[in-house]
């Protein structure tokens, strides 16, 4: 799956950023076991997050999201971080 066609954006439930999640990882072509390895993580608790699950614990999901090359940013509703490829960010408020 091209990086392309992941919605990458605002996450408003569980379940978006779990597949979110999950789109990622297979677009990298990474296994739930090489995840695991890399974060000592179980499967079972990355498969359970993936899935959208509620009771994950935020400190294993940041560290999941880390691992694969994601990060979390927090802000104001309503405002739009933009980035570039260069690395850039650009603010715009909607």
């Known amino acids: 799956m091209p990086q392309n066609d992941i919605a990458y954006g605002k996450i408003q439930t569980v379940e978006e950023l779990g597949r979110l999640a ?4 297979k677009q990298r072509r990474l296994t739930l076991e090489t ?3 890399l974060g000592n993580l179980s499967t079972r608790f990355l ?6 699950r509620e009771t994950a ?8 999201l880390r691992i694969l090359g994601l990060e ?3 802000q104001p509703r309503g405002q739009v971080v933009l980035t570039h490829r260069t690395g850039k960010i650009h603010e ?3």
């Not at 999950?22 to 990882?25: D, G, N, Q, S, V």
């Not at 498969?47 to 959208?52: C, H, I, K, W």
């Open 22 to 25: 999950r789109a990622h990882r």
């Open 35 to 37: 995840v695991s390895g």
């Open 47 to 52: 498969s359970e997050f993936e899935r959208g």
């Open 72 to 74: 979390v940013i927090i």
């Open 92 to 94: 715009k408020t909607t």
């Open 57 to 64: 614990e935020i400190g294993k999901v940041l560290k999941a």
